[in-house]
């Protein structure tokens, strides 16, 4: 699906390596919506959230709200950036585009894949997509900006993870 | 054809009350799970309201409210402004939907409010304001269309 370099050594795909659930368990959210982590690579994350009652916007057909989706890809894009940098730095969401190009499938999970493309020194782009089983059949797509280090005070997200 | 609305329908017009409103809102799973809920607005329109709660922080540290929550509250605003001017009980969906987050979301509540910028026949453009204490310092806003007609219309 994708070329994918060597594995770097930082300390989040080393957390990815021993414990997946320690990217997402800090998140309270992310705890409470019940995410996932698939797999991380430098700049690339793929999460899943899994289909539950709890979700449904539309109780008339069972298809879950498009803010879940929102979430899963917010969330998987953070930790994309987070693969993509040398070093922990806090990561604030700037912009956040979605395009739903159909409703998700009632019953299914949803796996969200999310790509930091280029990072600058106070920004980091990503573009990603949710779907079911084929990627190249989307839920939907995302673009999204994120700015680097906007809270020095607190790295954030990433305490929990040992540097 | 003309994108306006169905005939002896004006489009943009109240057909529901917040009460009514409210009661669509909670009959939906999800926004029962993240804790969103309706009030009057003081303009005579409808305003949304996502009450803090331990589950939808993002950030422990800060606290702050995840950026995804913000996101789906922004989209819930809009539906819920759709709603109130809706002709039937057909669900608006979601074609795009664009967020700039402005600010961190701290541990209280977030209110938001739906501008109409155009309703087509088929598509409506929605702006949207999520704000906490002052209407004034938005912490986030959205820019999105959304489906408006029926399948078989």
Request: net charge neutral; with cysteine.
């Amino acid at each position: 699906m994708v070329e994918v370099g060597p594995v770097s050594t930082s300390a989040i795909l080393d957390a990815v390596a021993e414990r997946k659930g320690m990217l997402v368990n800090y998140v309270p959210h992310a705890v409470a919506l019940g995410l996932v982590v698939v797999d991380a690579r430098p700049g690339e994350a793929w999460l899943k959230v899994p289909y539950g009652a709890k979700l449904v916007g539309n109780p008339a057909t069972g298809v879950i709200h498009g803010g879940v989706i929102t979430t899963l890809l917010d969330n998987c894009a953070g930790i994309a950036v987070a693969t993509a940098l040398p070093d922990l730095r806090s990561i604030a969401t700037l912009d956040l585009r979605i395009d739903y190009m159909k409703p998700a499938t009632p019953g299914l999970d949803v796996i969200g894949y999310t790509r930091c493309y280029k990072v600058t020194r106070h920004i980091a782009f990503v573009q990603g997509a949710a779907y079911h089983e084929d990627p190249n059949d989307p839920i939907a797509t995302t673009a999204m900006t994120f700015m680097l280090g906007a809270n020095k005070a607190a790295p954030g997200a990433w305490s929990g993870v040992k540097s | 054809m003309s994108e306006s609305g169905a005939p002896g329908q004006t489009p943009g017009q109240p057909t529901r009350t917040t009460e009514e409103v409210r009661a669509l809102l909670e009959a939906i799973p999800y926004c029962r799970f993240l804790g969103i809920t309706v009030e009057d607005g003081a303009d005579g329109g409808i305003v949304s309201r996502l009450r803090f709660g331990e589950q939808i922080v993002g950030n422990a540290a800060l606290p702050a409210i995840h950026g995804g929550v913000i996101g789906a509250f922004l989209e819930t605003a809009a539906i819920v402004e759709l709603l109130r001017i809706a002709p039937d009980d057909a669900l608006p969906k979601p074609v795009d939907i664009t967020i700039a987050y402005l600010r961190s979301a701290r541990a209280v509540d977030t209110l938001a409010r739906t501008i109409v910028t155009k309703h087509g026949r088929r598509v409506v453009n929605v702006r949207v304001e999520a704000w906490q204490d002052d209407p004034a310092r938005p912490v986030a806003t959205a820019q999105g269309h959304f489906l408006v007609a029926r399948d078989d219309a």
